[in-house]
């Protein structure tokens, strides 16, 4: 039987992928940027744009040595071209690099209005048709809803984190429910997504990046055809024990109601 691997072996895997990795991430991303950016002025204008940003998460994952494990329930991914809502639950700043690198197809993020505000690397996530959301403005919020379905009547795939925000322990907080209205406002179908072992490679709120093999588990489609809004809490709470099966989490308990919002 092998022997383990001695504890400094791991300590300087850990320092290594923490340099190389996060150096990447500093300078690679503002690399990639532009090279989005110029990809995004040929025509078909922002297309390209998906290539490049698949280019750039593969290479983050390949810089911080993290493997990538892709599995669809049943055994095949939708097709490129067939527009759809997915769904995933939000544990690291790696979950966006190994979505971007599992994910078949086109497919626009809802992302924080905040990142649209940094100079190149918000230019390019704005040229390639990405959304921003406002979540403390209510106006804007209808603005990136409507943005959404525009990107989903052209075919586009939408990626939705609907937790809103990074676990702090892993566990599947609850869902916001805009992805469920976009499906049902298109009648397109919801593919949950689940994300195990990203938290291991980069928590939130930590510096270090330790290797490791991140599992995204595509779900099998789920249709909403005939269904209604007055279900939507309902669906949201399959949606998320779904997702949270997929990535082998547990779900954070819902915030009681007599909370005091302090």
């Known amino acids: ?5 001695p504890r400094s072996a791991g300590l ?26 110029l990809a995004a002025l040929v025509p078909p204008f922002g297309q390209h744009v998906h290539g490049v940003a698949r280019a750039w998460a593969r290479c983050v994952l390949a810089a911080s040595f993290v493997r990538l494990a892709v599995e669809h329930e ?19 700043l790696f ?21 649209f505000r940094i100079p190149v690397f918000g230019w390019a996530l704005r040229l390639g048709g990405f959304v921003p959301v406002d979540r403390g403005h209510t106006e804007r919020g209808r603005r990136s809803f409507r943005s959404a379905l525009a990107h989903l009547g052209r075919g586009t795939s939408v990626l939705i984190f609907p937790e809103e925000e990074r676990s702090l322990d892993g566990r599947v907080l609850p869902f916001r429910r805009g992805g469920l209205l976009l499906a049902l ?45 007055r279900r939507i809490h309902a669906l949201s709470d399959a949606l998320r024990a779904r997702v949270a099966e997929l990535a082998r989490a547990d779900l954070a308990p819902e915030p009681r109601a007599d909370a005091d919002p302090a």
């Open 95 to 115: 979950d966006i690099p190994a979505l971007l690198a599992a994910l078949p197809g086109p497919t626009r993020f809802l992302a924080k209005a905040s990142l």
């Open 185 to 229: 406002r298109t009648g397109l179908p919801i593919v949950p997504a689940g994300l195990d072992g990203a938290f291991e490679v980069q928590p939130r709120r930590s510096f270090l990046i330790r290797p490791r093999t991140v599992h995204v588990r595509f779900g099998a489609p789920i249709d909403l055809a005939g269904q209604s809004v």
């Open 1 to 5: 039987m092998p022997s383990a691997p």
């Open 74 to 92: 049943n055994g095949r991914p939708p097709a490129p071209d067939a527009g759809c809502v997915y769904v995933a639950n939000h544990e690291s």
């Open 12 to 37: 300087a895997l850990t320092l290594a992928a923490t340099v190389c990795g996060n150096l990447f991430l500093v300078a690679g991303t503002l690399l990639f940027a532009l090279l989005a950016i």
